[in-house]
């Protein structure tokens, strides 16, 4: 790994967690100073995390998806992108203090994890243009998906607050409940088609590579997990109302699979996926 | 009442209509919601177990084929005969909503929406109707108008096709299974290793099943090699293949990782890769014209001119001709080669020959030399018609979600009242989904009264 990369990708290390922290005083002082300085912060660590992928692509010659560290910065990268893009729609911020670090520990995950940042070259099964349409969509789907879950985490801290009748900052800070836990369904309703897409390319990727499109192995299982969790959220909510506290609570569990599905499988599961 | 329920619950199951006969049980128990909940679960829990299975560290089997289990796909199908039952009964209420909507509406059902307003205005009523027509035509609504009792309901709606969407994700979902079935059913799917020159004969491979001798056809292994990239490590497998269907050649094709051949919907995946020994093997004809030709392992060639196949046996590195079946060591010290002369069906001669010496026979002779080392390609055999339609399955899952992502069924509507020169309206609107695009078009058209 040459020196401009390593600069880049520990600058958008950087700009993450210091826009994490900005995000955090943002919602606890209301200082709308610090509400900018944390969007330009992020904004800057999205453009270190685009110039770390672009570099990346130069010199490996080929998309960034090779080894764990190059999906995380990928996916790190969609997280914050969604991020910015609901900050500039919806124009609150509080929601950085609570989507901002889940892209952080995304993209710290390969130092915390201690996996090699090493250019390694695409194996010959994952020499496809499938795969790289797998991966970005999934990029996009996973972003959504931490966006419905920081509101979610959000939704219980507010719904907690307004329980209590807490009269802080942070309960006047935050959107209403209602509010909330509809942006989070409205994130889930846009990831799930997306995630139906990253399991179909997959599945055309498979049937090219390996001649079947579905081989159950574990990362396969595990994605469809995700997709019937998904399912159950828009089914229980639109059939049975589930809304407020158990959407959320599902909104939650679907995250944890889809991150098992990404760091769990990897690493506790074996199978075909095992390089990436 | 229940007439009003029906718009606030376009997903209600129609409990009323079913009577006491078992039919009607077992529609009921299929048509619920409760058990397509409890199956999602049922089958989450399930396929997670199945991941937490260890491979044997030998084989890499699984102690148990969970997925493949009676129980397990039974599952899946109480899953699709769920979503199918389900279609079917929402489909009357399907069709329902995309005709028109309801116009006449009482204000007590308008006020019980979560969108509702009631604006007095000292206009005349006739233009606020007027306005209210032209915000909502210009949001995208269709609007019906009724009167009634002095009253003016005004109705109106948008993206009804949307309701549809969820229709078609269903199905598709039973589309990939059957797609998956049939596969299952109607396929096979096996894999062999072959050598360089070697011709595999499809219907006699193991497992192959489904297969018409009709369809039968021969694979001929043109060439197989690796390539290599900048650090050294394999960048990936080539072999070079042609079909043959009763001694002709029908086609050609280099396959690689993530290109397969297909003929008659048999494919050909580039799985493996391994070394094996190559021979150059050199024929002298009788007039003294020598032809070269590589031969691996385990591979076949002809010899020009003649009706004669040489066949590459096996390779023994150090020969010993006392017992010639068992190599004395692993190193080349008296390398020799074991072949086949083949005249048709009939294998004519078959013996061991060091390196470099003349096999002699009536057409001339022939000799083995310049080992080197070549490869064997593995190729996994399939034969699953079920591909395409669980692909019509999948486009039509990704058309399904596309409706429902565009098109929201909203629905609006006004109750316009004039008495002593005071127009009344009251305004509702209803949504199954995006509730806040709903409030932005409901703000808008309240907004537009009062400009």
């Known amino acids: ?49 685009t110039a770390t992928l672009g570099l990346r692509m130069y010199i490996a010659g080929h998309a960034p998806f090779s080894n764990m560290y190059e999906y995380s910065t990928s996916f790190a990268w969609g997280i914050i992108l969604i991020y910015l893009f609901a900050e500039f ?32 070259p695409l194996m010959p099964d994952l020499q496809s243009n499938w795969l790289t349409a797998h991966v970005v969509v999934a990029i996009f789907a996973y972003g959504a998906y931490a966006f419905s879950f920081g509101l979610a985490i959000m939704y219980f801290i507010k719904d907690s607050l307004v329980k ?86 599902l909104a939650i569990i679907g995250f944890a699979t889809v991150l098992f599905t990404y760091f769990g499988v990897n690493m506790v599961l074996p199978g075909l996926h095992s390089y990436a | 009442m229940t007439r009003e329920k029906d718009d606030l619950e376009l997903d209600i199951d129609l409990e009323e209509n079913t009577g006491k006969d078992i039919v009607a049980e077992v529609w009921k128990f299929f048509s619920s919601m409760k058990l397509g909940l409890f199956l999602l679960l049922i089958i989450s829990v399930a396929s997670i177990a199945g991941t937490l299975m260890k491979p044997d560290p030998q084989t890499g089997e699984l102690p148990y084929n969970l997925y493949g289990s009676y129980w397990y796909r039974g599952l ?14 929402r489909w009357k209420l399907i069709t329902k909503a995309m005709g028109e909507p309801r116009i006449v509406v009482s204000e007590n059902f308008l006020k019980k929406l979560k969108n509702y307003t009631l604006v007095k205005d000292k206009t005349d009523a006739s233009t606020l109707e007027e306005v209210l027509k032209e915000s909502l035509a210009a949001k995208g609504y269709r609007v019906f108008i009724e009167e009634k009792n002095d009253k003016t309901i005004i109705a109106a709606d948008k993206g009804r096709f949307g309701v549809l969407g969820s229709f078609i994700t269903h199905i598709s979902f039973v589309i990939i299974t059957l797609g998956t079935i049939y596969g299952n059913i109607g396929g096979f799917e096996t894999y062999f290793n072959a050598a360089q020159g070697q011709v595999v004969d499809i219907i006699s491979l193991p497992d192959v099943q489904n297969f018409s001798p009709e369809d039968n056809f021969q694979i001929r292994i043109d060439k197989a090699w690796q390539e290599y990239g900048a650090n050294g490590q394999v960048s990936d497998y080539f072999s070079e293949l042609t079909v043959m269907q009763n001694g002709q050649e029908v086609k050609s094709k280099k396959i690689e990782v993530n290109d397969p051949l297909v003929h008659n919907g048999v494919k050909f995946y580039q799985s493996s890769m391994g070394p094996v020994v190559e021979a150059t093997m050199k024929y002298t004809d009788k007039e003294g014209k020598e032809t070269s030709q590589v031969i691996a392992e385990g591979g076949a060639v002809n010899i020009p001119g003649t009706d004669l196949t040489v066949v590459f046996s096996r390779f023994n590195p150090d020969y010993d001709p006392n017992n010639p079946m068992q190599p004395r060591s692993n190193q080349p010290n008296n390398p020799a080669v074991l072949y086949e002369l083949h005249r048709g069906q009939v294998m004519v001669d078959r013996n061991f020959t060091i390196l470099e010496k003349d096999v002699k026979f009536e057409q001339g002779s022939i000799s083995f030399g310049n080992l080197q080392q070549g490869y064997f390609t593995g190729l996994s055999v399939r034969k699953d018609p079920g591909v395409p339609i669980v692909w019509l399955g999948c486009g039509i899952m990704i058309l399904g979600m596309l409706i429902s992502l565009f098109w929201q069924h909203r629905k609006i509507w006004a109750i316009v009242t004039e008495s002593k020169g005071l127009t009344t309206i009251e305004m509702g609107g209803i949504t199954e989904k995006n509730k806040l695009g709903l409030e932005n078009d409901f703000n808008a058209v309240v907004d537009s009264l009062k400009a």
């Open chain 1, 1 to 49: 790994m040459s020196n401009n990369e390593y600069l880049l990708f520990y600058t958008a290390v950087a700009c993450y967690a210091g826009a994490s922290i900005l995000y955090l005083g943002y919602l606890l002082s209301r200082n709308s100073l610090l509400g900018d300085i944390a969007t330009g912060v992020t904004i800057v660590g999205l453009i270190a995390n």
């Open chain 1, 89 to 120: 729609k919806y124009k609150y911020k509080v929601m950085g203090a609570f989507v901002v670090p889940v892209g952080l520990l995304l993209i710290a995950s390969t130092d915390m994890l201690g996996i090699s940042k090493e250019t390694r």
């Open chain 1, 164 to 249: 209590s009748r807490s009269r802080g900052i942070l309960n006047e800070h935050l959107p209403s409940a209602e509010l909330l836990d509809e942006l989070s369904y409205r994130f889930i309703v846009f990831a799930f088609p997306l995630m139906s897409l990253v399991i179909i390319t997959g599945a055309i990727w498979a049937e090219f590579a390996w001649g079947r499109y579905w081989s159950w192995d574990p990362k396969e299982t595990w994605s469809l997990i995700t997709w019937l969790v998904y399912s159950a959220y828009l089914h229980a909510r639109l059939t049975y109302g589930w809304k407020g506290h158990k959407a959320a609570a």
């Open chain 2, 76 to 89: 899946l199908g109480l899953l699709c005969l769920n979503l199918l039952v389900c279609s079917l009964n």
